[in-house]
């Protein structure tokens, strides 16, 4: 029950056990060309999206250094542990960082940011997350979106990560410039692809980027994939595994995969409270929740407790947030049985760790409401 790497379903482990084929090879080849082209419905673009061997952060990193060069100034949106990672690769590469700075739980403001670029004509870039996973917070990306048009000359890079899959997003008709995603959250698959696709205008902006590059240089992949191929070696397994999620997210299957994670979301909002704990987030994400625990329990206990007495794993909090919060996560193949479960666990921790007050029957409550929730059209 973390926010990642999360359950795979059996469908794709099973995928993940065929025996190995090479990667120049036709077979793969199709294989590739189907992936990608139903990439592109998944991201909402007419534009190529690429699959890159990394996880998330090397997709991060790609969409910076195929995009900016060193002394350019960008906007980060630090929000939280994610937005934090946007702003040190960008400094790594000797890009000069505005830090956006929010408090942890509250959504961005697209007026704040407009102001902001209004002050520093010279930004070329605003860089934020879809889901902040590390607060399980969501910004109003198309609203900033709508805003950021009356700055033309400012690139809207997205990480979508924990979003794609797990809350509506598209690419072309929103204008976002680069979006970026990874396999092992809302794609349910194993840790080790990533996702990137750019605009029209970021890729004129690739043109002088000169930002060191060598794995990472989109232009390169591109042109391989117009050959039906990946520029160094495919990750040949992950690639058929994910051939398998997109024949799943086809048709009604990614709407239904963002349903399922805000039923789930839903429901863990709603039976947290019977059991004494809150919603961390302001803007609370579909992909994970975060919730603060009372005053007398220690998060990190509670988290090793559901760990090592009931086999469930979910995440604590990190930094500012460590000890004081629990977070669930949404994505992958979890059944009703697993979240019922949770619920479950997670009344009788709370007890079994010194929440008093928690009686059997209002553990009961939460597991009915929950199994009420999941029942819901
Ligand atoms: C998981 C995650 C990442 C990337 O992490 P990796 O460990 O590099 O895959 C980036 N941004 C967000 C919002 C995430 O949830």
Not at 227 to 252: D, H, M, P, W
Not at 266 to 280: N, W, Y
Not at 316 to 325: A, F, I, N, R, T
Request: charged letters at 20%; one cysteine or more; glycine letters at 6%.
């Amino acid at each position: 029950m973390t926010p990642g790497p999360v359950p795979v379903p059996s469908t794709v482990l099973k995928k993940l056990a065929l025996p190995m084929i090479h990667h120049r090879t036709p077979e793969f080849e199709e294989i590739l060309t189907r992936a990608l082209a139903e990439l592109k419905t998944v991201f909402r673009t007419k534009l190529p999206v690429m699959i890159l061997t990394s996880t998330g952060s090397g997709a991060m990193e790609a969409a910076i250094v195929n995009t900016l060069s060193p002394g350019d100034e960008v906007l980060c949106v630090d929000s939280g542990k994610f937005g934090e990672r946007w702003a040190q690769i960008a400094e790594s590469y000797g890009v000069q960082v505005h830090r956006h700075k929010i408090p942890w739980g509250e959504a961005l403001k697209p007026k704040e940011i407009e102001k902001i670029l209004r002050q520093c004509p010279s930004i070329k870039a605003v860089l934020t997350q879809v889901c902040e996973t590390s607060t399980a917070t969501l910004h109003p990306i198309e609203e900033l979106a709508q805003t950021l048009r009356q700055f033309p000359h400012c690139l809207f890079m997205v990480d979508a990560i924990t979003a794609i899959g797990a809350t509506p997003l598209a690419m072309d008709d929103w204008g976002l410039d680069v979006v970026v995603a990874g396999s092992q959250k809302a794609f349910m698959l194993p840790t080790g692809i990533s996702f990137i696709t750019l605009s029209e205008k970021a890729w004129k902006a690739q043109q002088s980027a000169r930002c060191p590059r060598f794995y990472w240089d989109l232009k390169r992949e591109r042109e391989a994939n117009e050959k039906n191929q990946t520029y160094f070696s495919s990750a040949v397994g992950l690639i058929r595994a994910l051939e398998e999620v997109l024949g799943q997210f086809q048709g009604s299957g990614l709407n239904k995969s963002i349903r399922r994670c805000e039923k789930l979301a839903q429901a863990t909002r709603l039976t947290s409270g019977l059991l004494g704990l809150e919603v961390f987030s302001q803007s609370p994400a579909p992909s994970v929740t975060a919730l603060t625990v009372p005053a007398n329990i220690n998060g990190e206990k509670l988290r090793d407790h559901l760990e090592s007495q009931y086999a469930i794993s979910v995440m604590g909090g990190q930094d500012q947030l460590k000890g004081k919060v629990i977070r669930i996560g949404h994505l992958g193949a979890i059944s009703d049985q697993d979240m019922l479960a949770t619920i479950k666990a997670l009344g009788l921790s709370l007890r079994d760790l010194g929440s008093t007050s928690l009686t059997t029957a209002q553990i009961q409550k939460a597991v009915q409401l929950c199994k009420k929730t999941l029942r819901q059209k």
